[in-house]
């Protein structure tokens, strides 16, 4: 990890030329690579040796692009997915199993919801989502023998509840297993939880990361800090032989790195969600703004929260970063320099006055994404959580007249006069 502070690594970190090479990232548009030597090549294949062979395996530009990422969130290794679905797939199934259990904050993106609740389940895998403010006690209750791992987001999408990063942490290590956190919203601008005891962060870089919704990518990051060892038992996959690469064991071979090394020599070898090369390249110039992007995002979000807040058809707003919001005071904990760009609000009119407010909105587009550079919102009741029921949306956090508010960072004098004009046809 660079010693750079975070500014920087988002310009630096990742790709250093050396002399004569391209100042900037080269886009390695090959699926292969050449050797001279077929003993060469084989070694690659049995994890003797480094190097590149398969872009499905691994790519420089990728590469590159990961070490970003791993920097930024103060990690030991990293990798790139070809979406956030596939990063939070990949980061529970390198480590779980037909049989095996998780516990997730029930406060989460419904992508996620659907795959732990319903496509984990098919495949052997069992979630308990439980409330993100219930006590330790009860946390302590959702574990069983065959847990084995906890997973929550820092900012959840789109229910805004902030995880007591802690709390799941410590729950986490005292039943022996790794604490992953989907750090997508907060981005390590503003939160790295890896100095609040996660071990393993993943990342939609679809949304802050990339910043102009140009591409849809995942990553994974590994803290390191996990010991695998401590709990062999639990972790079979890293801690005994692997016949598929003549029986290396993860962690004898590759130490703090084995995480992702197993994740990327089996799970990424055998189901193949890579990003491409293209994408990693136009990710890494969404990362170079990263710093310079977040904390305007905020300051607009946090302006249009007030405004919403004032305005007479406004039923209710949350913004973890406004006084006042019930989740400030954990974002002043976990978050001091601001939380998103991403705020909620509903209407007194209810359901019919958000479709009709959206539907009158001039600048701000109806889309569905979050997190880019240009303001936008979305209905999560009618669209992104519509396959989930009344009490689903509810332990989600999604109330049915809830719109999810991405704030751009265009001028918010422009934000707030499309939001005025949008009310008065309320
Ligand atoms: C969007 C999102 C995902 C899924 O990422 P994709 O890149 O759309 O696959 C996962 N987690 C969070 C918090 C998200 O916002």
């Known amino acids: 990890m660079s010693s750079y502070n975070i500014e920087t690594k988002c310009i630096q970190s990742g790709y250093e030329p050396g002399n004569g090479e391209a100042r900037v990232l080269p886009i390695y548009q090959s699926t292969t690579f050449k050797y001279a030597s077929s003993e060469h ?18 790519n420089p530009t990728n590469d590159a692009v990961a070490g970003k990422i ?22 529970i199934m390198n480590i779980a199993e037909v049989g095996d ?14 795959l732990f609740a319903h496509t984990l389940r098919k495949m052997g895998v069992e979630a308990t989502f439980v409330d993100p403010h219930c006590t330790e006690e009860e946390l302590d209750e959702a574990f069983g023998e065959n847990t084995r791992a906890v997973f929550g987001e820092t900012i959840a999408n789109p229910a805004l509840v902030v995880l007591d990063l802690e709390k799941f942490a410590k729950a986490a290590h005292r039943h022996g297993v790794p604490f992953i956190v989907d750090n997508t919203f907060a981005t390590p601008i503003n939160c790295r939880p890896f100095e609040w005891g996660a071990d393993i962060v993943t990342h939609s870089t679809t949304k802050y990361m990339d910043g102009h919704a140009t591409c849809v990518g995942g990553a994974i990051v590994d803290s390191g800090k996990f010991d695998w ?10 801690t005994e032989p692997d016949e598929t690469y003549h029986g290396i064991v993860y962690t004898e071979k590759f130490g703090a790195m084995a ?30 703004t990263l710093h310079l992007r977040m904390p305007r995002h905020c300051e607009n ?7 919403l807040k004032g305005h007479e058809k406004v039923a209710w707003v949350s913004c973890p970063a406004l006084p006042g919001d019930s989740q400030y005071e954990l974002a002043k904990k976990y978050m001091p320099d601001g939380t998103c760009g991403v705020i909620t609000f509903g209407l007194k009119g209810g359901r019919d006055a958000a479709v009709r407010m959206m539907d009158s909105l001039k600048m701000i587009a109806i889309v569905t994404h979050v997190a880019d ?15 989930m029921n009344e009490q689903e949306l509810r ?3 999604v109330q049915p007249d809830l719109i999810r508010f991405s704030v751009g960072i265009e001028n918010s004098e422009d934000i707030i006069a499309d939001l005025k004009q949008a009310l008065e046809q309320v």
């Open 41 to 58: 090549m084989g070694k690659l294949f049995d994890l003797e040796e480094s190097g590149y062979f398969y872009t499905r395996l691994a």
């Open 70 to 91: 791993c920097d930024l969130e103060g990690g030991v290794a990293a990798m790139l997915t070809s979406s956030g679905q596939a990063a939070n797939f990949y980061a």
């Open 101 to 114: 259990h998780i516990v997730c904050a029930s406060s989460l993106y419904g992508g996620t919801y659907n």
């Open 229 to 238: 060892t401590a709990n062999a038992k639990k972790f079979p996959g890293l």
């Open 259 to 288: 995480y992702i090394m197993k994740a990327t020599a089996q799970l990424m070898r055998d189901l193949g969600s890579i990003q491409s090369p293209q994408n990693a390249f136009l990710l890494n110039i969404g990362l170079e």
């Open 301 to 307: 979000a946090v302006k249009a929260a007030e405004y």
């Open 373 to 387: 550079a240009r303001s936008c919102v979305l209905h999560p009741a009618s669209h992104t959580h519509r396959q």
């Open 395 to 397: 332990e989600a956090g």
